[in-house]
């Protein structure tokens, strides 16, 4: 009777330190936030995965998008990141269960002393070893663990909104400066054929040198900005 009473008591005393954890519980910060919202919170979701550039209709967008997500560094680093985050959970809730070891041997030899008897022997030691967490340590690194995901989570849900708007917004600058080069050399093209109409006309003496170098000038400056939209398109490109 007084041993399962020492017993108890014993159980008793594990479960109250158990107990005294150190520090509170961990609490996601308070946010002011609406007590309603606009919009229906279980037909929303993230950005990344409304695919909304798809609205555009543009395969060309949607390739491009496909291959960014899948292939830049920046991307794939923070994928390896939730990789790592989720493997460091599960690694702090194993820490909290006990482990079993087995420590097992054999061998042959004269164990009496004898020269002639001749014997084996066989042995096998079980143990158990489990670290109780009295002050809630397996706790807490199971609880920053989870922060930890959750963080890296949403580094990557940054990443990826950040990563397409910036193809989205590079390849429709893209788009502009090629129609702008169009553009500029459907100009240079007026405007040489006007010089030559208005170098004929000086020729023959029916108008002045003025207006032919207002022409000149007018073509100069449309020859100009070609190289430079062929430029931009260039830099777009790089930046795809």
Sequence with gaps: MKRAIIILAVFSLIIY????????????????????????????????????????EDPILDTLIKIALE???????????????????????????PTINVAAGAGRGNYAGFKTD??????????????????????????AARAELL???????????????????????????MSKYKISQRTFDS???????????FDYGTIPEIDLNQAQIQQAIAAAAIPVYRRYIAFDQSAL
């Design 118 to 143: 001749v014997g084996s022997n066989f042995y096998a030691f079980p143990e158990l070893v489990w670290e109780i967490d009295f002050w809630g340590k397996y706790r807490r690194s199971t609880e």
């Design 191 to 201: 405007r040489d054929s006007g010089t030559q109409i208005i170098q004929y006309r």
């Design 71 to 97: 292939e830049n560094k920046d991307a794939l680093q923070a994928a390896a990141r939730i990789e790592a985050a989720r493997a460091n959970v599960g690694y702090t809730k194993a820490d909290a269960f």
């Design 151 to 177: 963080s890296s989570e949403h580094g990557l849900r940054v990443t990826q909104i950040s990563l397409v708007t910036s193809v989205v917004s590079t390849y429709f600058q893209l788009l502009d400066d």
């Design 17 to 56: 330190l158990a107990g005294c954890k150190v520090g509170p519980d961990f609490e996601s910060p308070q946010t002011d936030s609406p007590e309603a919202y606009r919009f229906d919170p279980e037909l929303t979701d993230t950005i990344i995965n409304l695919k909304w550039w798809e609205l555009f």
